[in-house]
């Protein structure tokens, strides 16, 4: 069966002791919380989770963490991008190890020349064939400095196990052209609140990804934000 997208999915900050270590207890409660108050899941070790900072070790904590609170009713999608495609491959297949549902690729881009379209589908298409749990591609230009193209995102939507783009800019044309390049099923994603109802005044279907959850229930800001016949997640 398709995974179930259609909620909230905050992307948890990484919490740390006092003395810089994991705090394994602290992030378990602090999702439990999160679950409690109606979300779909979590999105663990993405930008908000600080992940280029985190050991792999640390990665592995943090995931065994978030799992031990994510009911398996819910959603955990973990932050997996590397900067080569081998590093990336292993580092999906630890997080599908240590239980996470889906995961989160950045786009690698320290050779930024060298990051085109045919190369993104390239590495991708190798992340997806040999992941064992379904891949979203996290498209974050402010950070990396470089762009997924609506080409790349069209041909690597028709990927069985590539289920959706997160896009955290604010070009609508490019959410748009990303919509039309997709299969209906393809979940695109905005960043934050303030991207969606731009996006909504241009008929983009989009999902929108939230940076955090009020204490309370969140099952009115989901009936708000989703409308008639929006696709909408994390």
Known sequence: SAMQLEAVFPPMATVFDRAGEIDAAAIAANVAKWIAAGVGGVVALGSNGEAPFIEEDEAERVIAAARASVPRDRVLIVG??????RATIAASARAAAQG????????????????????FVRHYTAVADATPVPVLLYNVPAVTGVNLTPDAVGRLARHPNIIGVKETGSDTAQLAAF?????????????GP??????????????VCIDGVSQGPVSDYFRIQVGSGQRVSF
């Open 179 to 191: 919509v039309a390049a997709a299969p209906e099923t393809f979940a695109v994603t905005v960043d």
């Open 80 to 85: 997996t991008g590397r900067e080569s495609t």
């Open 194 to 207: 303030d991207n969606h109802q731009p996006a909504q005044a241009q008929d983009v279907p989009t999902l």
């Open 100 to 119: 996470a549902d889906a995961v989160l690729v950045r786009t690698p881009s320290f050779f930024k020349a060298r990051m085109t379209p045919d190369v």
